[in-house]
């Protein structure tokens, strides 16, 4: 069996950032009460989403709730990093920045690309809130982050890609796998 030549990419990638990961959570962070507040808040936001039977409106009704402090978070410290409040809490803040209003997310993803790019935050969050920006502003994903469902496809696929031909390598430069098994597991 061969493999993908994106294999040895994403094997590197993937290793390095489970390294800082295992790294940063050996130290504690330098906010743990942001850290505890927002494991609070990312318990209640996954309450209303893990429940059978999705109830859109109390999933909305949430998200509107968190609006405002999820932006004075961002306000006084910008986007959580690793050192901050430790590799969980940093990623909890990121997927709770997905249910917000297109504009938040923008506006956050300078912080968090930069947090990656100095090891203090996850590439593959970076990717999915790149991603929902991007397909919020009516342009191609570049990572195929977000899989959507509508009334053409009403099964769970992958939206317009930009160089589709070339996603995986970019998906394993990164640490993300390849996207074909990634949406076979969502």
Do not use: W
């Not at 991007?134 to 191609?140: H, W």
């Amino acid at each position: 069996h061969e493999l993908p030549a994106d294999a040895a990419s994403y094997c590197a990638a993937h290793i390095r950032q489970e390294t800082i990961k295992a790294k940063a959570k050996k130290q504690a962070p330098s906010n743990p009460a942001l850290r505890d507040q927002i494991e609070q808040l990312i318990r209640v936001d996954q309450a209303v989403r893990e429940k059978p039977g999705f109830d859109l409106v109390k999933m909305a009704q949430t998200d509107r709730e968190h609006a405002a402090v999820l932006e004075e978070i961002f306000a006084k410290y910008g986007v959580p990093t690793y050192r901050m409040v430790g590799p969980r809490a940093a990623s909890d803040f990121v997927t709770m920045i997905q249910h917000q209003s297109p504009e938040f997310r923008r506006k956050v993803l300078p912080g968090l690309k930069a947090n990656v790019d100095v090891g203090q935050a996850d590439p593959g969050s970076y990717a999915t809130v790149f991603d929902r920006s991007q397909t919020d502003a009516g342009k191609k994903q570049m990572y195929g982050q977000n899989l959507t469902c509508d009334t053409q496809n009403p099964k769970l696929h992958t939206g317009p890609i930009e160089d589709e031909d070339h996603v995986d390598e970019r998906r394993a430069a990164i640490g993300l796998m390849r996207l074909e098994l990634y949406a076979q597991l969502v």
